[in-house]
């Protein structure tokens, strides 16, 4: 089977899956024509319904039969088909893996994105930590990364797993609050459990508030082992690098967003698929070799620490592009069943206690949410790799399976399937010996360092979003006592850090570090040490009203679309607006309908009628005033420059066309045709940095 032909296979095997109901009759299971389905079959018209009514009785049933269980953690999430293709095949000296190693195999993925904390129906823009679970149908087999967006865990054996999920859940007296970790039993959980603080660093951070899932880092979290053919073993860690760069929403945004808009990283994520501009990532692995397991001052096996990437860099391996939404949210993204002991030849496991755990649950979960031990041939969890042995039988058996021997070794069916064909998965040959114990490796033992190593690789926004989120969440907490035990932690992991968070939260400001700061910081930690600045799919607002500047308009929005970005026309009505010209131009969205949070930019046109419209519109002032509070770029031209200064930020505009502004914002005094390519150029320019963090918005009021 050539590379493109696994996506060949897989793209049949869901078209064998797909019903078409278009121009059919309505039937029930058995196939037998309905002819009417409103009304029960009743004793007539007034009387009893009857039990022979068949249609009523299936009809009901299998509706009381539609859900399944959620998932216990990561419940609420959006999936994703694409492909994946190495670059070259350097990694070859290190892996038999070929879907990591051949450039020529293109291998058909899905992946799935979620939150963990909330349930299925939860918002998306939570606090919280996101999954990012591939996927690879490989033609060696299924393989799954299933990772997060974070590159550390909270724990570090999976025997607290428990433990730390029923912490983070709601309260199990009145089971609030929803999705959110802001409440008393986590942080007294992260109080009492000293490993956690390096993940709540990161949970804290902006890394919990991802613009788009299309624009967040992934991580396999754990130290993995690559095979070669020798059977030699090579430590590896999985990252994804989103090619749009990592960027997330300020915590005020994610609350709004929440009630404007509960599906927008879902929303996000699918619109833009259907729209052609694929999300794409790059997969990257560090690698260390044997000798080399004992040579970091943490342990490699502890999955609450990273590598330092100034330490090992990662290296590109290949590129992942998600090209096609699901056809049915059930049958494809909740149905799919990731499991990290899904792994083919060339790729295997360590000793991480939290992998080891894991490769227990995940298959145990799948029995109870899949209702059996078939759910591998559902199509979604089914291998492009044949599959052939004496497994039989079950709920849910879909296959029928010909010939009498179900076992191995056989003779009547030609002893077949045969074991230990070439190809087959080996087992990297580890040696270990021990005593049967209870007990944390020593080298497991340093819950700090690397909590202060991501303290001090915060720039200065980034670091003042960790206190005030860590302020936030332990302002919530009712118990005084889980707030000082937990900045107690914090006093190991840095004085000023403690002290800030203590002053904000009403405990006793620590005068004295635990520890020493060990002064050291890793940039690549940061979003904003080295970011990616694109415009590409960036979303931005053009408020329009009767008498608007057509051709600036017309100009801007196509400028816009000729680089890559969104632009979307609002107005106070639906429809088409009248222009200055005396044209008309169509409204894409109603400006009620919206809200600033939705857009990572606003631009205000000219059209002295259009911008004395919108100047009494409270809709229009407050969109440009709070995407100017949030960082955003702005820009205005010709009488648009009216609306900006009526929203409190004047001051800031340049006079001169086209020129120099405050941070952010872009301007020009001209109109129509006059408008200067330099201020389209600019304001892609500033719509590509993502936000102005060194923009003043202490006077701003929205
Ligand atoms: Fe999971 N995790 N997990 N987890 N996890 C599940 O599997 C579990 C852990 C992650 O989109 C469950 O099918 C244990 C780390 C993702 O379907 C469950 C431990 C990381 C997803 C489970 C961990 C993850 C899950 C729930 C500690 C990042 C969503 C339903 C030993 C590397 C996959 C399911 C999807 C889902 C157990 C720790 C990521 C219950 C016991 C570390 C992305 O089996």
Known sequence: MAGESARDAKDEQLEAARVRDEDQALTTQQGVRVDHTDDSLSAGERGPTLMEDFHFREKLTHFDHERIPERVVHARG???????????????????????????IVTPVFVRFSTVAGSRGSADTVRDVRGFATKFYTRQ????????????????????????????KPEPHNEIPQAASAHDTLWDFVGLQPETIHMMMWLMSDRALPRSYRMMQGFGVHTFRLVDASGRGTFVKFHWKPLLGSHSLLWEETQKVAGADADFNRRDLWDTIEAGRYPEYELGVQLVPPEDEFKFDFDLLDATKLIPEEEVPVRPVGKMTLNRNPENFFAETEQVAFHTANVVPGIDFT?????????????DTQLIRLGGPNFAQIPINCPVAGVHNGQRDGYGQQRIHSGRAAYAKNSIDSGSPAPGEPGSYTHHAEKVEGAKIRKRSDSFKDHYSQATLFWNSMTGPEAEHVVAAFRFELGKVTDKAIRRRVVEELRHVDLDLAGRVAEGIG???PTEAA??????????LSQLTDPVESVATRKVAILVADGVDGAGTTRLADDLRRRGAVPEILAPADGRVMTVEGGDLEVDKALRTEASVLYDAVAVPCGPDSVAALSRSGYAMHFVTEAYKHLKAVAGFGAGLDL??????????????????????????????DVPGDFFESFAAEVARHRRWDRDTAEVSA
């Not at 520890?515 to 690549?524: E, I, L, Y």
């Open 78 to 104: 959006a999936g994703a088909y694409g492909e994946f293709r190495p670059y070259d095949s350097w990694l070859s000296d290190y892996t038999v893996a070929e879907f990591l190693t051949d450039p020529g």
């Open 141 to 168: 087999g299924n393989y799954d990364l299933v990772g997060n967006n974070m590159p550390v865990f909270f724990i570090q054996d999976g025997i607290k797993f428990p433990d730390f999920v029923h912490s983070v």
């Open 351 to 363: 000793n991480d206690p939290l992998l080891q755990a894991r490769n227990f649950s995940y298959l």
């Open 507 to 509: 405990v006793p400001i």
């Open 515 to 524: 520890v020493p700061n060990h002064g050291r910081s890793s940039p690549a």
């Open 644 to 673: 900006l200064r009526a929203c409190g930020v004047e001051a800031r505009i340049a006079d001169s066309a086209g020129a120099e502004a405050d941070v952010g914002v872009v301007t020009s005094t001209a109109s129509g045709h």
